[in-house]
Structures are given as C-alpha cells and as structure tokens.
C-alpha cells in the first residue's frame, strides 16, 4: 500500500532499544520496525513479523489470576491461554494483567517520538562513534517512515545503520539507502527452489537490491544465518562466495543460529525447531568461505 | 529481525593489558599472598596495652603530649616481624592481619562484644583467652570514665543523642566510637622533602622560639613537645627494623635473600629519617608512614593518595641510573598492596554492618591531570592497575581519575581492571572532583591535585575533614513524613510531630512533610557532629598524622582543631535517594493522581507490609522509578538532592566551615534499610534501601545509558563529599575488544554529562550463588559492596543477597 502524503508520519515499532552494542559501531540506539514481507521459519523476533500490534502471551509468568477474563470483550482471554482466533489485538487484557503474561507487543509511534527518543542516548552515541540502528522487522517495509528518519538523522549527522532483509521494493526505498552509513544485508540462500520453500519467495529481487546497494558504493556486510540443513551445504556456500566476493565486493558475517527465540515463538504461537550448528562448523564453513576468497569477519559486527 | 544475533567471542588476553593473558605475579608475591590467605583476621592488644600504661604512667600530660608519648612507646616495643620473601617491612600489629582496638576513644563495645568477635557474621576476628583478660583487667578499668565516647554521650544534647545513638535513622558511631581517619599524607611536599628528622629538627626550632605567655602559645608548644615525640617514635621504629633485618641477614643462609635483607636493613637505616633517594627508599617510606598512621589511630581511610605522581620521580631516576627494572618496579608495588592488605580494621558489629568486609578504605589514586594542568597519566599508574589484577586483595581502594585527554589506553586498561570483576578500580571524572573542590575553597593547583579518601570522596592532602561524619537515612524522612514523625517498625517518636497521612491532602503537603522531617534529621546530624567535633578536639588529638598535613606545624596546631591548611566542612550523607524519589512518586500517581488508593489506606498497606494487599505493591511496583530516564521520577530525584544540599550548606560545622553533602554508600544503605518499614514505592520493610546515587536494586529496567541520563540529572559539583553510581554488568557483556572500548565510552559520555563516579560490578548471579553456596570454592571471588571491594565470602548473607539481586545488564 502506498502511503499518503497527508498521512502524519510515524508507524509501528515493536521497540527502541537503548544501549545497543551488536548492530554497529559503538553505542547504538536500535530502533525495531515491526512488519517483515519475509517468514523465515528460524527468525528470532517472530514477534515482529505482523505490522499491527499484536497480543502475545508469556506462558510462565500467567499466575492464573483470572484478571484478564473480564477485560475482554470478546471472551476470549483466559488463564494460561495464548492469543485465539478471533482475537482483534487490542491489548485491553494485556493492560489487565498484572503479572506481565499478556503484553500487547509493538505500539504506533510518530517519528517526532522517534527521533526524540533516540535523541537521548545522542552523546553516548557521539562519544563511541555509535549511531542509530533500523532493525525489525524489516525498516523498509515502512518506507515513507523510514526516509523521514534517515532524512533527519542524516541532518543531526548521526550514523545509520540498516539491517535489511533484502526484499523491497528499490524506488520506495532509494534515498533512505542513500543516507546509511553502512548497510547489513542478509542473504540466507542462493538456490531459487531452496529460498522459495524455507522463506516463502524468490531470490531476485533480493540480489539485486544487494547488487544497486554495492554499485551505489554504501558500505555493506553480507550477513549469513547459518543454519544446519537448511543453508550450510558446500554447493550452497560456494555460490555464496561467489557472488558476495565477484558481485557484491563485500565482507561477509557469519552468524550461527542460536535458539534464543523460542520462548518468542511460543508467545505468538508460532514454531520453530532448528538445532544451533556446533562451533567447529561454524568454523569449517567460515574456513570455506575464506578458502573462496571472501572477507569472512571474525567476531560480531565491526 | 531476519537476522541472527551475533556471538560474541571469548577476549584475547584475559589480562588487562589486549597483548597479555593472565596476570601473572613473580613468586614472591604468589607466597606472600598466600601467607596473608592463611591467616585469619585476628585482634591485636599490644597497642592498647602500652598506650594504657603510658597514659597511667604519665597522668599530668596534655592530650597530644599523651598521645604522642604512647605513640613513641609504641613503637618503641611493638613486636617487630620481618617476615619471609618480604621486601617492604613493617607491621602495625603484632601479628599479620591483626588489627588493633583504641579504648581511649572507646572501649565499651569491645567489652560487650568481646565474646562474640569470633563468632559473629561479618567480619569475625580471632580473640585469644589471654587477650580477653589482659583487656578486662589492665585496659577497660582505666579508662572507665576516660573514653571519648563516655565524654561524647555526656555531652551530646538528649535530643539528638535519641535521634542519633544506635537509631539507623542519623547514624555517627563510627566518629564517637572510633578514631576519624580520612586522611591524606603529603608524601610530596613534606615526608619526602623533609623526612622525619628534618620534621623533627623543625618541630623543636618552632619550639625553641616561643614562650610560654598566652594560652594560644602554650597550646603551640604543647603541639611542637607532641610533633618531637611522634618524630622520634617514628624514627624508632625505622631504627628497630633496620636492626631486625640486619640480624636476620646475619643468619640467613640463603645468598640471595641476605643481600635482600642487607638492602632492607640499608633502606630503614635512611628512612624514614631522611628524605628517600630512590624508588625503594620511597615506597618503604610510603609504608612506614602507613604503619605509623595506623598505630596512631585505628581508623578508616588512612588513604595514600596520588602514588603514582608522588612516586614517579624517583622511578624515572631509578630508570636513567639503571638500578631498578619495570619488572622490580611492578614487583615492589605488588609488595605495597598485600602491605595494605595485611592489617584490618577492628570494628564493632554495627561499624561492620556499615563498613562490610574488613576494607580499611585506604584509598589510592592514579592518572588524572597534574596541578600545572598536563596529563599526569605515568608508567606507575599502569602498573598499579597491573598491581590489583595480580594481587588480587581487598586492598587498598584503587580510584582511576579519567579526564577528557586521558589516553585511551589507560581507560580501557581501567575496563579491563573491571572486567575482572573485583570491583575496583573506582572510575572518577577528573573534572568533576577539582569542581568539587574548587568550591570547597581550594586553589586551582591544589583542586587539580585532588585524590580519593574512603570510597569516592574527593579529597586532598592539604585538607582537614570529616569526609565521612553522618549517615542521614532519607527513607526514614519519608516514612516520618507519612506517619507523624513515628518509626513505621516499631513506633518511636523520631522525627517531627507535624501530621500524620490523614492530615495530607495534596502531593505537595506531602513533599512539605519529607521535607520538614529530613530538616529535622539533618539539624540533629549537624548537632551530633559538632559535638563530636568538639570532644575530638579536645580529646583525642592526631599528633603522628598533623605532621603529615601542610598548615599544622605553620601554626602549631593540631589537625582536630584546624590545622590543616584547608578545612572543609564535614560531610552528611544522605542514604536512599532513590528510595525516597520512587516513594514520592508512586504516592503521587496511586494517591493524588489514579486515586486508587487514599494515603491513609496506603499506609494500612505499609503497617502491613503489603501482606493482603498484593495487587496494590504490584500497582506501586509498576510506578514509574528513578534510573529510567523518566522525567517524572527523575525530577524528583532532583528536587531532593538540591533541597538537601541546601539544607546541609546552611549549616557549619566545629571549624566553621559549611557542612557538605553527599550521594555516596558504603554498605550503609543495608542497615539503614533495617529499621525503614514498607514504602510506598513496594519495597518491602527492612529490605535495603539503595547507595548514592544508584537506582534501587532490580528497578533500572532500562539501560546504562538511561541510568546513567537519571543519574546525571542530579548535580554532582554541589555534593562536594561524593558521588556514587554503582552498575553491575555481567562478564558476558564485557568480552570482547569492542565491548570494552563501548565501555569506555560509556564512561567519557557519563563524564562529559557531568558525573563523579561510576563503578562496575562484572559478576554473574549464577557465580555469586555458587559462592553463597560453597564459600570455600570461592574464596578469591571480589565484588564491589558499595563504595569499596570486598571478598564475597566474607559478606554477611543479606549483603550477598543485596550484590546478586542488583540488575544485570545482560545482552541476550
Ligand atoms: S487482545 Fe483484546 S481481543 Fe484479544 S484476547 Fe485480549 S482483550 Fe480479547
Ligand atoms: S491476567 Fe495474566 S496472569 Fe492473570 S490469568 Fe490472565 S494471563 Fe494469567
């Protein structure tokens, strides 16, 4: 949907996370748009997939109060319950619930919010050569947002960071791109089939959105998910190779799976069962990958 | 996030140095670290013994006559030890970890407690038998009737004495009960300069010109007869060790350590008479003047100040010369902190609920800006924090002084010291303390030249102060506020009669309220420590330590009436800021805003301790809480500390100068957290309030960065006795290269907002529960208590329980 140009300017935001050190240099405020157009099936922030507010329900913190049984109109919260069908996410159990066990998950923010927001933390974000970060979700399936902000951040001289998915739309998103300091960009597999079956589209777009990034000349880092059985065979890892070091010209991050998602995927009922890959694979590929010639980086970002 | 979180990787060098791996001390230090590990703390009489018969001996001297003629005696017999692999000698007990007792300042609470020394929870000591008799039957009978805190309770109005005594609410026990400390030598301009014979030739020149006609001059001459005693004890005990060595080295057997022990009896002949010639001579000087300190008093913060400034000529000579190496270098410093290990500070039970973990405070400073202004940042300072690292003692207080050209080295070597998850070094903003002081009345050059005493106050060789004087516990203000000035626990009329919560209609009534009471308790603080001020002057002169501060020889007066150079006003500090900020607060939205609840009622709930009222302590839970960066709470937090600062800057004290405040802990805001019932804010009652200007355990849910904006919305400069901000990271967070770079970040951008102080405790809860649970597999686990380090072991259960509950900023 194409937004309006007498919309005021704002969205969905899952969080803004202070104090954040993993996504990009220095200290950063991270700033996570809620929507993603792709469902991987391993994604640690399930909760971040929807662009609406959505009520999720943590399992162990339900004392089974009952609080939450009135406050529903509909009838459909009860103790140690998770979200129903039917469920319109409007958060009144979640206000209810003294316990913490229904929180309604993201909220509507407007960019002065936003801004103001990140403006706090701006001197520990100048003193370490730090930033703001777009994390999701995926930032550019709120384009009109998140060119407004780079637009004004850019103007504040702070450094941005994205963290992307790879999938959007190019003209929607362009002068954004243009603005960043430096780009993450994820790809996850190279095989057409592979890619349609565990992500739910295709692989062109994604490569070439990552393919104008590099022309444009704006720093990126290839970000690989690693996870056994899905992406780590030899055939895959060797095209990635290919085309991160010939097309892309970009140092690449490996980033292991880790199962610290799951109490998430509970909480929006959703599944995900995939085994964390053993530290001597991660290695092993890496080794791969170098041996390919690409620039693997050592730790978490730089 | 369709990506993965990234892992982060185990640092290099696990050292604090990026290119080394463990710290790893010389042999010697290994086996003199574990002498000091094999010894228990134990209580030393000597002192006490020959001070009592001194005193009984010579009953017509004046105070500091008498005290400095016990002093002499003192060091004259105590036992002197030189003990294996030693290279810096001397003892200020008669054993290693002993630490002494004063019954001239107070000896009732040894008696009484005499039988439970061994046994009690934090901080046992061992007692012998014969020590208990020679107590009971040589020293207490004499000075029934004698002791300062016998003069001090006489003498204090029954008002403040019932608001002040034993109560946690106004808390000075430890300036009637003990000896003050708090003291800062001035190696550079005088021990050095002059050593003591040059003192003591100065002492009897001033002497020799004046004559007995006014009171003022035979006060003068009473000081000078003290300053030649406390010389020539000092020079005794430097004559008796050279002697030891030397026959010692007659029997050693050993080629290596009888030259060892030649060059130590070589060293004592010269100091601590004369000025040291090189960097041996001056940190065996260093050592004797501590030694001497601490026979003179046995007292908390008998600090050492700017070590690696007053020591770095001497080492760059020792360098341009050839004689002395790095490594030597590094090794004699190691030798300096299990020094300051070695002896303990004897203190009653209530003392070391307050003061937990046997830490004597003796504070040491390095890097910092140098009075003409450059950068004083040295190789010692390197190797001091390389020190800490390697010894790994509770002592001494390591403090950092960063500023805003510091090399970025030394702050990050700093982090690393950090990551270690000893607790220290204590992190100070260089700019802050010379504000500090500067409106303390400092000259430029004298405020760059600031160092720590105690915990974080800042402070200065040239200074006279009672950096540590009162305990003011805010929560009990509050609580007196909302419940006609009675003590929630137990019903005592402490505070003001002004209204109980019914008679409260508005939120600002209710603020007028804490503020009256806290009026209130700061004018009783005020009382008792111009009281003990007064009986100090009069009674318990500091002849050894006058000798050591610039303004008292010039003047021939004595350190507890004035002599030093500046004197500052004492320091009230002010316990549970945030505690009474969250209390406000969640009153003002439960009460005079949601009115789900009418103060009366919310009061039924504190009576109660929130038994049956569950979902309201979850509702106040809930409310908004200092360290979050939440203006609404944060203001308050504010609006406390100026009215507080206020408040105490109306006041002056003994000597006439404005009283000072502070935010700063020791692990004072534990017990005064024990007789404060429920807060509005959910605590619960008696659970520990919170220390300086820290967010109350568990409830800065937000970040660092936010914590550090809330605490930064408080005026540091004004509290000139101190500010302290406690952050606890787990190790987790604090791995890599780039976390500690984010760290040091993190502490110039506090800095630059304006800060003092900032401390890190890097310990997991799962560690500090295994240790809880099996001491003896733990035994080398350092965390910060509060404003200090101490061996988690050694902690009493509540304040183990207190250190495991704090947030941990955890990167998942
Ligand atoms: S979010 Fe709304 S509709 Fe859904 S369960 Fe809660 S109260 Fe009912
Ligand atoms: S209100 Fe919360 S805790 Fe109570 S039953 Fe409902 S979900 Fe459980």
Not at chain 2, 3 to 15: K, L
Request: glycine residues 8%.
């Amino acid at each position: 949907m194409v937004p309006r140009e007498t919309d005021p300017i704002g969205g969905c935001l899952f969080d803004i996370q202070r104090w954040s050190t993993e996504d990009g240099p220095g200290i950063r405020t991270t700033i996570f748009f809620k929507g993603c157009p792709l469902r991987c099936a391993w994604c640690c922030n399930p909760e971040s997939w929807s662009p609406k507010p959505q009520l999720g329900f943590f399992e162990e913190r339900c004392k089974g109060c009952g609080a939450c049984i009135s406050a529903c109109s509909r009838g459909l919260a009860r103790p140690a319950t998770g979200r129903l069908d039917g469920c319109e996410d409007c958060g009144f159990c979640a206000t209810a619930c003294p316990h913490g066990a229904r929180q309604l998950l993201g909220r509507w923010w407007s960019a002065e919010e936003i801004l103001a927001e990140v403006g706090r933390d701006a001197i520990f974000h100048r003193r370490s050569g730090g930033g703001v970060t777009f994390s999701g979700g995926e930032a550019t399936a709120q384009p009109r947002l998140l060119e407004h902000l780079a637009m004004e951040f850019h103007r504040r001289g702070v450094h941005q960071v994205l963290e992307t998915c790879g999938h959007f739309p190019w003209e929607w998103n362009a002068k954004a791109l243009s603005l960043m300091d430096l780009v993450y960009f994820d790809l996850k597999h190279m095989d057409e089939a592979a890619h349609e079956r565990w992500i739910g589209v295709g692989t062109d777009l994604i490569q070439a959105n990552a393919l104008r990034i590099a022309e444009m000349g704006i720093p990126m880092i290839v970000r690989f998910p690693l996870i056994p059985g899905v992406n780590d065979e030899r055939k895959n890892l060797v095209r990635m190779a290919v085309f991160v070091k010939e097309r892309l010209k970009a140092p690449l991050e490996v980033m292991p799976f880790h199962p610290l998602g799951r109490h998430k995927h509970r909480a929006v009922g959703s599944d995900s069962d995939f085994a964390e890959p053993a530290p001597n694979d991660v290695e092993m590929v890496r080794e791969l990958l170098r041996a390919q010639g690409v620039t693997v980086l050592e730790s978490g970002p730089t | 996030m369709t990506t993965h979180a990234a892992v982060t990787e185990p640092a290099r060098g696990a050292g604090i140095f990026p290119q080394e791996g463990h710290p790893a001390p010389t042999a010697r230090i290994k086996h003199l670290r574990e002498a000091w590990k094999a010894v228990e703390p134990r209580l030393c009489i000597e002192r006490a013994a020959i001070y009592t018969r001194c005193c009984r001996e010579h009953p017509g001297d004046s105070p500091s006559v008498r005290s400095a003629r016990a002093f002499k005696a003192v060091c004259a017999e105590l036992p002197v030890t030189i003990y294996p692999d030693e290279l810096i000698v001397g003892n200020p007990g008669a054993e290693r970890r002993a630490g002494s007792v004063d019954p001239e300042l107070s000896w009732k609470w040894i008696e009484a407690e005499l039988e439970q020394f061994q046994t009690r929870t934090q901080d046992p000591y061992v007692v012998t038998e014969d020590q208990k008799r020679r107590l009971r039957e040589e020293i207490f009978p004499y000075w029934q009737g004698r002791s300062l805190e016998e003069a001090y309770l006489a003498r204090l109005p029954k008002e403040t004495a019932w608001v002040t005594v034993d109560t946690g609410v106004v808390d000075n026990d430890s300036k009637w009960r003990a000896y003050v400390g708090e003291n800062t030598p001035d190696f550079q301009d005088i021990v050095f300069a002059k050593g003591f014979r040059g003192i003591l030739d100065e002492a009897k020149e001033r002497l020799a010109l004046l004559e007995p006609m006014d009171s003022e001059r035979l006060a003068q001459m009473e000081f000078y007869r003290a300053s030649v005693l406390s010389c020539e004890g000092i020079l005794e005990l430097g004559r008796r060790y050279a002697e030891e060595a030397a026959r010692l080295a007659a029997r050693e057997s050993d080629p290596v350590r009888l030259l060892e022990l030649e060059h130590i009896a070589g060293i004592c002949r010269r100091v601590p008479a004369e000025p040291p010639r090189d960097f041996r001579e001056a940190i065996q000087m260093v050592w004797f003047v501590q030694v001497g300190r601490v026979l003179s008093e046995n007292a908390v913060a008998l600090n050492l100040g700017r070590l690696d400034q007053y020591l770095h000529p001497y080492y760059v000579k020792d360098m341009q010369k050839g004689s002395l190496t790095p490594a030597e270098t590094q090794e004699l410093i190691d030798c300096l902190w299990i020094k300051l290990s070695e002896w303990v500070w004897a203190v009653s039970s209530n003392t070391a609920r307050f003061f937990a973990g046997y830490s004597a405070f003796q504070n040491l400073t390095i890097g910092g800006k140098r009075p003409d202004g450059a950068d004083g940042t040295n190789e010692l300072s390197y190797m001091c924090l390389r020190a800490a690292a390697e010894v790994r003692t509770h002592q001494p207080n390591l403090s950092v002084r960063i500023h805003s050209d510091c090399p970025e080295d030394f702050l990050q070597a700093t982090c690393r010291l950090a990551r270690l998850g000893m607790g220290f070094p204590a992190i100070h903003n260089d700019r802050t303390g010379t504000a500090m002081l500067l409106a303390a009345g400092l000259s430029p050059e004298d405020a760059r030249d600031w160092s720590n005493c105690g915990c974080v106050v800042p402070h200065s060789r040239k200074i006279g102060e009672w950096t540590s004087a009162v305990n003011i516990n805010l929560g009990s203000a509050l609580e007196f506020a909302l419940n006609d000035g009675r003590c929630r626990l137990d019903g005592r009329q402490l505070g003001l009669s002004i209204g109980d919560a019914a008679s409260i209609q508005t939120f600002d009534e209710l603020k007028d309220a804490f503020f009256a009471q806290l009026s209130y308790l700061v004018k009783q603080a005020s009382i008792a420590t111009v009281v003990a001020q007064q009986v100090h002057s009069e009674m318990a002169p500091r002849p050894f330590l006058s000798l050591l501060v610039e303004g008292c020889m010039e003047k021939g007066r004595d350190l507890s009436r004035g002599g030093a150079k500046y004197n500052v006003g004492a320091v009230l500090t002010g316990i549970g800021l945030a505690d009474a900020a969250n209390a406000l607060e969640a009153a003002r939205t439960l009460v005079f805003e949601q009115q789900v609840v009418t103060l009366p009622e919310l009061c039924q709930a504190l009576d109660d301790d929130w038994a049956g009222h569950e979902d309201l302590r979850a509702l106040a839970l809930k409310c908004s809480k200092y360290g979050n960066d939440e203006n609404r709470v944060d203001s308050l937090a504010t609006e406390i500390s100026e009215r507080y600062h206020r408040e105490i800057r109306s006041r002056k004290d003994w000597f006439g100068s404005p009283f000072n405040s502070a935010f700063m802990g020791i692990s004072n805001y534990l017990p005064a957290g024990s007789v404060v019932g429920a807060t509005p804010d959910g605590r619960r009652a008696r659970s520990p309030l919170t220390e300086g200007c820290s967010a109350h355990a568990g409830t800065d849910h937000n970040s660092p960065t936010a914590l550090m904006k809330s605490a930064t919305r408080i005026n540091h400069e004004s509290h000139a006795g101190g500010t302290l901000l406690n952050i606890k990271f787990t190790p987790g967070a604090l791995r890599t290269d780039r976390d500690i770079a984010n760290m040091a970040s993190l502490i110039r951008a506090y800095f630059e907002l304006g800060a003092f102080h900032v401390q890190f405790n890097v310990i997991s809860a799962e560690t500090l529960k295994a240790a809880q649970a099996h001491p003896e597999e733990h035994q080398d686990l350092l965390v910060r208590v509060a404003g200090y380090s101490a061996r988690f072991v050694t902690l009493s259960k509540d304040v183990q329980d207190a250190i495991i509950e704090r947030t941990a900023y955890e990167r998942v």
